[in-house]
């Protein structure tokens, strides 16, 4: 089984700062991954996914991630942030099925990103 | 297009009862999954239905069941309520590499 692992159960940034959100997961083998927002009573909207190809992937709202095997890192960052981005973040991984549907999802405990003015 | 959609939005039972969760996906999705969200936590997987059968399973006691019917559509069963069932209870449906989620239905065990 999977495990992930969010190293910051909180960050607080001020408004236009840059801010980097922490995730390593436990297997070394191939992975599908995952970073999804929640706002306050709300279900999850996904921000970005790697499933193959380019180390870097860019996701919604300005939002981009750096997958590195050797690591086994999947950190999130964004270059300016906003008010607007104030909510719960969670890494999730989830092992790949050739010819199948996307399986379970195994998620962290979440990082709380909070952006003062 | 709707998107994934659940009910009730919210729910309060006692110990010892039973409730049931339902669940409706974004079009074209046949796969269903269901995950419980406690407070301060990450979701948690219970269990994923596709073709009307249970798939896969996470580490959840029988008393949490469920079922999917001819339209994917999905319930979600939990029998003896407990005060530590009291969570944020997530369906999500697939697209192929992709899970939609609602937005939930809390349940308060008192």
């Known amino acids: 089984a999977q495990s992930v692992t969010q190293l910051d159960s909180q960050v607080p940034v001020f408004e236009e700062a840059p801010v980097e959100l922490r995730c390593n997961y436990s297997s070394s083998v191939s992975v599908y991954l995952f970073w999804y927002v929640q706002y306050p009573n709300q279900g999850l909207q996904l921000l970005l996914k790697y499933l193959s190809g380019s180390t870097l992937v860019k996701g919604i709202n300005g939002f981009e991630a750096e997958f590195n095997k050797s690591q086994t890192s999947f950190h999130l960052r964004k270059p300016s942030v906003h008010i607007s981005d104030t909510a719960e973040y969670f890494c999730a991984v989830s092992d790949p099925k050739r010819g199948s549907t996307l399986g379970r999802l195994y998620f962290g405990r979440g990082t709380q990103l909070t952006v003062w003015p | 297009d709707a998107g994934v959609t659940q009910s009730p939005t919210h729910l309060i039972k006692t110990r010892g009862q039973q409730v049931t969760l339902r669940c409706s996906p974004k079009s074209g999705h046949d796969t269903v999954s269901w995950y419980q969200q406690a407070l301060g936590q990450g979701p948690q997987f219970i269990f994923q239905y596709y073709e009307e059968e249970e798939r896969q399973r996470g580490n959840f006691p029988d008393r949490f069941s469920g079922h999917q019917f001819p339209n994917y559509s999905s319930e979600l069963n939990v029998n003896a309520l407990l005060l530590g069932d009291s969570a944020l209870y997530l369906c999500?449906?697939?697209?192929?590499?992709?899970?939609?989620f609602g937005p939930g239905t809390r349940l308060t065990v008192l």
């Open positions: 999500a449906t697939n697209s192929y590499n992709e899970q939609f």
